[in-house]
């Protein structure tokens, strides 16, 4: 088969045959449908600082085949596996849980104590085929398209933020960055009881995609950030809760001015090192309640993604702006940089 591999610790990636490898007990392959790409992909195809920290904290093989949000259609199934079986169709969770920690035991299997990273610690999916544990595969239900449920695991960050932010009705919800997760998210809140859905980009292709959402959109580098905030949010005396989904430090300098007294923040992006806060002011004084999250709780998560789609209370595929093979990968790691919500590799 073909696969799109990462070979050195250099910019740029392989797309070349590649020997298919065998299933091991309780693996199934999936027939690629579509596959979306993400930072990390980006991370990685650049070799960049961030690529350099992932590769020595999950300890990064190369040659390693790249992708990890994707979804197919099963044509083989390993050893023991009962629950799944060829022809179902299914996007794939990206944490591996051990199932044996603390975390696995009580809840938390999202966050467990040595989690594997699809993509990073195996193989990933930007290939004919891709070999996952049938334990990590996620049934779409029939009325959701194979392409859609590509989207299961970026869509699954927004849901498990909008979940945490616990909104209620008619409040002000600000989504810090119109990236592609951020406009999941935006239809998310409004679906989950939103009365004001602000959201916030420097890049302005961007901002206008949120607008189109129904956020009112906000480029920080036209306009004041905080006054048109407390424009829509005065009474209150800032915002109810903030989606932090930009990963960038500067955002923490003035967030917290933005939210009200006993309101909440919820951190999705991740800020590349250090941010200094001042706790007292920001976080003590004013009640403020902070939320981090990291990936898609199993099987809630998913399950809540899935009823809100198949009901089609959100457009996945609505976020989509660009599709390519995977033999115009430059292309397609090029356009990440510009104008562009999320990209899909298609066969
Ligand atoms: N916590 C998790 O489990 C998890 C999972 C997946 C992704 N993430 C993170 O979530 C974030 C969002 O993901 P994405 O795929 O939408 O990313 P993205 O990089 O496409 O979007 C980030 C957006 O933030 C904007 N931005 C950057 N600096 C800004 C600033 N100072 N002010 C306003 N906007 C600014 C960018 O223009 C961009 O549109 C990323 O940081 C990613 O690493 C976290
Ligand atoms: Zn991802
Ligand atoms: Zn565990």
New binding site residues.
Partial sequence: MYALIKETKAFGAEYREVEEKSLAAGEIRIAVEAAAI???D?HYYKWDQAAENFASAFNVELPLILGHEFAGSIVEVGPGVEDKKVGDRVAIETHIPCGKCYQCQNGDAHNCNSTGIYGTTCDGAFADFAIAPASVAFKLPPSIETAEGALFE?AG?AM??IDEANIKPGETVLI?????????AIQMARVCGAGTVIA????GY?VDMARKFGAVGIN?TKDD?YSEVMRIAAARGGVDVVL????????YKTVFDLIRREGRLV?????PGEVPINFTKNVNLKGLSVK?????RIWNTWWQLSGLVAGKKLDLMSVVTHRYKYEQHQEAFDM?AGNAG?ILFMK
């Fill in positions: 993400c930072g990390t980006i970026p960050v498990r933020g810090y960055g119109c990236g592609p997760i951020a406009i999941f916030v980009d420097i890049n961007r920080s950030v932090e989904l930009t990963g960038s430090p500067a955002v951190t999705i992006g991740h800020p981090g999250i990291f990936g898609r990440t999320k």
